[in-house]
C-alpha cells in the first residue's frame, strides 16, 4: 500500500489561456502557479467551483504515468475534502459553411478504494438556453487501489455541433473521499472545426451576500 507523498506547499494562483483567438480555452498559462502539496485546495481559473475543493496541482510533482509526453504543467484534483463538481460556460461562433464540429478530450485517472472516478460533461444550449442534442460525456477509469505511480488514461469524443448551439456548458464531476482518495483531470482540450476563436473566460458571478450591518468585536485580554 502507498500513500501520496506530502510536499511543501506551492502558491495556489493561476491564470487560464484562453484569450480572443486562442483555439482551446481549456488549457493554461505556462506562467500558472499550482500547488504539490496534496492537502491544499485552490481555485482553477476559469471554472465555478460549484462545491467541494478541488486542488489544481502540479503535474511534475504527481508520481504519475502519461499517455503521452511530459507531464502536463497542471493536474485538477478533488482536493483533500472530498467530492468536488465545478462548471464553466464556452462561447461558439457560428460559421460559414453551417456545420461544425467538436472534439473534446481529457486524461483521467483515479487513486484509492471505491469507485470513484473524474467525469466531464458538455451540454450544447441555444439562444433562449434550451438544450441542443444529447450530452457529450467523459467518463475516467475508477479508482484500482492505492499502487502508484497513477496510470492517465486518455478520453475523447467527437460530434457534429447541434444547429443553433450558441454555446456548451461544461460539468467536471471529481469523486473521492478525504484521505487518499482522488480522482484526476488533465489536459483537457476542445477543438473545433472549423477553427473558432473563444474570448476570455468571464468571471466567476460573486456570491458574497450584501450585509446590512457590519460588527466588529475586540477583547481585551
Keep these: 500500500t502507498a500513500v501520496l507523498p506530502t510536499i511543501s506547499a506551492a502558491a495556489l494562483a493561476a491564470v487560464c489561456v484562453a484569450r480572443a483567438g486562442n483555439a482551446n ?27 467541494g475543493s478541488p486542488a489544481l496541482r502540479c503535474g511534475s510533482a504527481l508520481p504519475a ?11 485538477v484534483a478533488n482536493g483533500p475534502y472530498g ?24 486524461w483521467f485517472a483515479a487513486f484509492g478504494s471505491g469507485t470513484g472516478r473524474a467525469v466531464l460533461t458538455g451540454t450544447f444550449r441555444g439562444a433562449s438556453g434550451e ?3 444529447a450530452p457529450v460525456v467523459l ?51 476542445l477543438k473545433t472545426a472549423p477553427r473558432m476563436s473563444f474570448p476570455p473566460p468571464a468571471p466567476p458571478p460573486a456570491r458574497v451576500p450584501r450585509f446590512d450591518h457590519v460588527f466588529l468585536r475586540s477583547e481585551e485580554r
Design 25 to 51: 480555452p481549456l488549457g493554461f498559462a505556462p506562467t500558472l502557479r499550482c500547488t504539490t502539496d496534496p492537502q491544499a485546495a485552490s481555485t482553477v481559473p476559469g471554472w465555478t467551483i460549484v462545491s
Design 139 to 189: 467518463r475516467g477509469p475508477p479508482a484500482a487501489g492505492t499502487r502508484l505511480p497513477l496510470r492517465f488514461e486518455p478520453r475523447s469524443v467527437a460530434t457534429d455541433v447541434p444547429p443553433g448551439a450558441v454555446g456548451m456548458d461544461l460539468r467536471l464531476d471529481l469523486d473521492g473521499r478525504t484521505g487518499v482518495a482522488r480522482s484526476y483531470i488533465a489536459a483537457m482540450r
Design 83 to 106: 467530492t468536488g463538481v465545478l462548471e464553466r460556460s464556452i462561447p461558439l461562433q457560428a460559421t460559414a459553411s453551417g456545420r461544425r464540429r467538436f472534439t473534446l478530450s481529457a
Design 131 to 133: 438544450r441542443l442534442g
Design 65 to 75: 504515468t502519461w499517455p503521452s509526453g511530459p507531464a502536463p504543467r497542471a493536474v
